[in-house]
């Protein structure tokens, strides 16, 4: 008692069919696989974006200096 026998399922879905009428429910139907190929292919776009090496930003090369520690010029940029 309690527990639905795959009989109790299909009385259930034929009830179904007949009260939203066939084209009503295999519109509803459609709706659905299109929700599921949906979800489907945005997983599909979480993986390749995941798979894919995350941009950077590369730092710039440090500046070398125009002077060393005794005052003389080291490079020209005249």
Do not use: C, W, Y
Not at 19 to 35: E, I, P, Q, W
Not at 36 to 65: C, H, Y
Request: charge should be neutral.
């Amino acid at each position: 008692m309690g527990s639905f026998s795959p009989i109790h399922l299909l009385v259930l879905a034929v009830v179904a069919i007949l009260l939203l009428g066939g084209g009503r429910f295999s519109n509803l139907m459609g709706d659905v696989a299109k929700g599921v190929k949906n979800f489907k292919k945005g997983m599909a776009e979480e993986d390749e974006t995941s798979a894919k090496p995350s941009a950077r930003i590369e730092a710039q090369k440090s500046a070398e200096p125009a002077f060393d520690r005794d005052g003389e010029r080291v490079r020209d940029d005249r």
